[in-house]
Structure formats: C-alpha cells, structure tokens
C-alpha cells in the first residue's frame, strides 16, 4: 500500500454531504484551513439519492393534480406524464451525478476536497485511502468532524438480503417503472416514493406499515387524510401488518413477499423504507474509543460526548439526534462557528422541539414540534385547536376539492405554540411561519395581529386562532 506524507488543517471534516459541505464554509469564513473528505459524490445522499430526486418524480403528478382542481386549466389536461421527461428531469436537479459543480462551490470558499475513504487515527488524525490504494495522512490542529450521514436501515427479514431489493438510492434512480411495487414501511420514504411510483405508471403498489397508521411519529390524522388519499389514487395500504419473508425467483424474476397475516403478494420490485442507521462501520471509531456502527452522541456544542479533549465534533443524520437535511445544516452552523471560537450552541427550539418536516406527497403533511401526544407525554398541559383547510378562501381560489385538516396544539400554562400540523396541497410552503411561532414562542394574543394575506391558504392561521378562542 502506498503511502503518502502528512498535511495539517485548522479542520478535517470526514464526509462532504450537505452537513460537511456547510460545517466546512462555515469554518471556512472564520478563518480556518479546512479539508473536505469525500469518497463518493460531493453534496452527499440529499443531493443524489435521496431529498432532490424524489421531489423531481413526485412534482410532475403535484402539478397536473393542482391543474385538474382548477376549473378551466383540468381541460387542458390531456395525455399521461411523459416519464422519460420526467426521468430526464430527476437526473438533471442531481446534477446528471457529477460532482463538479459542488466542488467548484467548495474551492470557491477555499475548501480544500480530499478524495477517498476517511478514516480515524488517533486523536486529531485521520487517514485517507484513495482509490488507487493510496493512503495519505492527515492532521487537524483544532477539529475533526464527523459528517458521514446514514444509511437505509435493513429489517431482519428471511431472504430480503439475497433478494435484491430496492433501498432509497436505487429507488430514486430507477430507470424503469416497475409494474408491481411493495413498499416496507409507511414512513416518509416510503410514502414519498410509492406515491411516486403509482403517478408515473406502476399499476400495483403496496405499503405495508407495522403500526396503526401510515407517518407513525405525526398526528393520527396526517396518516388517516394521507391513506385515503393513496386509496383514491389505487394505492393498497396495509397497517398493522409486517412482513416476514421474501423471495425472488431467479436473478431478476418476481418476488413472492409474505405477510404477517400469512397473505402474499407478488411484486416486480421490492422498496425497504423503514428508517436510517449511521454511516460509522468503517471510520475509524475504535481508534478514538467509540463504537463503530452506531450514533456518535454529542452535546450541544455538536462535541462528542464519548471522547476527551473536546476535539472532536458530530453533525447530520451520523449524530441520531434529527435525520433531517436542514437540521444537519444547522448543527453544521453552529459547529463550524463553535469550532472558530465563537462559542455557539444549540437550543432545544432548532435541534429537538421545533424541526420543521415536510412529506412532499400529494397532499403535503407538513409539521414542526410536538403533537398532541408527544406534548402530553412531556408532561404539557395542551390544547388542540382543528380547521379544514378547505373552508378558507384561498383554498377555494386554488382549485375545486381542496381539504385537509390543520392543527396548532398549544401550551396552556405559557398560551404559545408548541406544535403544528398541516395537510393539504401546497402546505409545505406554510409551515416555516408555525416554525417562527415556535421558536419565538409568540403568545397567541399576539401571534393574532399577524394579519394573513387574502385570499391566501395562510387565513387559516386565522381561523385556527379564532376558533381557539383568541
């Protein structure tokens, strides 16, 4: 093996998605050297495999439902999706994956890409094998930063590992629409893309949930509003259910899966959307006392609270504390300012209670902070307070049908919001106001002299406080 000689930085980030990519600007505007490590794509999963593809497969049936809603513009929908266009499309906002662009931007704010596998040394150093096998080293004089992200976790199930079944990436950048799609797992994922998949012409699809509802961590209702919309569209939705084996017949044949409820189904293509595990096998964590294959836990400084010297710091999906693309980014923020001595930290509102999350499905679940139910269980005494989206004007002047229930779950003993949930088309788009309410925690005597637009769908911020009683 060959071996290269040392360089040092201020900062050595191992992996270049989103959270990397920003942690290193953000140090980088304070003055430090930073080395990006990367051994696949420069802009990570969101950017290739995961956040922007999958809006490019779900946008083009969003669009001719909006069309058909509105009087008038339904005539002039005519024909099906042109998937090929669509495909096209998809590779297009995933930059064709060519990671060129990205790592323009990164020189641009002099960062300097590192090619290949990171791993830990030893306190403050990290090797890199290339893929030539060489292995350069590294030294940081200040940080080092995990930023590997996750991964699509894989249930124990009989033959799903020798089946050859889909995960997110291979999902998201199908060539082909498969004629029969199983779904594992009613989460966002799974939502997201067995919607997809159904709008662009796969004539049978299947989710299959564990729990009670499809999105088992939102408001019953979302899940309620959310599977009668995918059984409208012919969507088969089984809660409840697990599955417990599968077979494929043959290299590429169908797969026979079975079910809990000892019924099968026949799919060409099987989708495992049931949650994410840390990108930490192979990163050297044994050499700094940590456990490979798990979260790294950090306090609010984004540190790892596992090894001494405070050298050592966690962002994105690889922390466990918010699988999300803008919360990793935000972590990434605050550790790059923490790591130049700016001494940021987290707040419970932007790392736990107020994470914004959107399920780009048609309609939009869009929620931030707690539920009803996770507020009881912290021991708050809410309220809940329900309106159809429906009945306000701007809905009507979007389009015939609209509906779908929005919620603000309130904190009686302090009159703010804690929580807010929103399903209905275009709904994404409303929910970074519940979000500032949150965060500022505005009492709602207050919060009722922001005066909504009309007609616009945001008058229903209005209603949801008139009906509170405000």
Not at 70 to 85: L, Q
Not at 240 to 253: H, L, P
Not at 257 to 277: F, K, N, P, Q
Not at 435 to 445: D, G, M, R, S, Y
Request: net charge negative.
């Amino acid at each position: 093996m060959k071996e290269a000689l040392n360089r040092e930085f201020d900062v050595l980030i191992i992996g270049g998605g989103p959270a990397g990519e920003v942690a290193g600007d953000r140090a980088a505007v304070n003055g430090l050297r930073v080395g990006l490590i990367e051994h696949e794509l420069l802009g990570g999963e969101c950017t290739y495999w995961a956040c922007m593809p999958s809006k490019a497969l779900l946008r083009p049936a969003e669009a001719v439902a909006a069309a058909l809603r509105a009087p008038g513009a339904s005539a002039a929908v005519t024909g099906s999706i042109d998937v090929e266009a669509v495909l096209e499309r998809r590779d297009r906002l995933a930059a064709d994956f060519d990671d060129a662009g990205q790592v323009a931007w990164a020189e641009s704010v002099g960062l300097h890409v590192i090619r290949g596998h990171g791993r830990l040394t030893g306190e403050r150093t990290v090797s890199v094998e290339d893929s030539d096998g060489t292995t350069s080293h590294y030294e940081a004089s200040s940080a080092v930063i995990i930023a590997t992200g996750s991964g699509a976790a894989w249930p124990p199930i009989p033959g799903l590992a020798e089946a050859g079944v889909w995960d997110n990436r291979a999902a998201t950048t199908a060539k082909d629409v498969p004629r029969r799609l199983l779904v594992i797992g009613g989460g966002v994922v799974g939502s997201e893309l067995g919607q997809a998949w159904k709008s662009l012409g796969a004539d049978e699809v299947t989710i299959v949930e564990m729990q009670d509802q499809l999105l088992p961590r939102e408001e019953p209702f979302a899940g309620e509003q959310l599977k009668a919309a995918f059984e409208r569209l012919g969507i088969d939705v089984m809660l409840g259910t697990a599955v417990t084996s599968v077979e494929r017949q043959g290299a590429d044949g169908p797969i026979t899966v079975t079910l809990s409820d000892d019924s099968i189904v026949v799919a060409d293509e099987v989708l495992v959307a049931v949650g994410r595990s840390p990108n930490t096998a192979d990163i050297g964590l044994d050499a700094v006392g940590l456990e490979p294959g798990r979260f790294v836990e950090v306090d609010d400084a984004l540190r790892s609270t596992g090894v001494d010297g405070e050298w050592l710091y966690a962002v994105g999906d690889v922390n466990g504390r918010a699988l999300l693309t803008h919360t990793g980014k935000y972590q990434a923020r605050v550790a790059g300012d923490n790591i130049a001595g700016r001494g940021s930290q987290l707040t419970a509102f932007g790392d736990i209670t107020a994470i914004p999350r959107v399920v780009f499905t048609d309609p939009n679940v869009a929620a931030v902070g707690l539920t009803e139910a996770a507020a009881r269980e912290q021991g708050l005494d809410v309220r809940s307070v329900d309106y159809e989206l429906g009945h306000v004007a701007g809905s009507a002047a979007l389009g015939r049908g609209i509906r779908g229930t929005c919620r603000i779950v309130v904190d009686e003993d302090r009159k703010v919001i804690v929580g807010a949930t929103f399903v209905g088309p275009e709904t994404a788009e409303m929910i970074h106001a519940a979000t500032i309410a949150i965060v500022a925690e505005i009492p709602l005597e207050t919060l009722w002299h922001a005066i909504p637009a009309f007609p616009t769908q945001s008058e229903v911020w209005l209603r949801l406080l008139e009906a509170y009683g405000i």
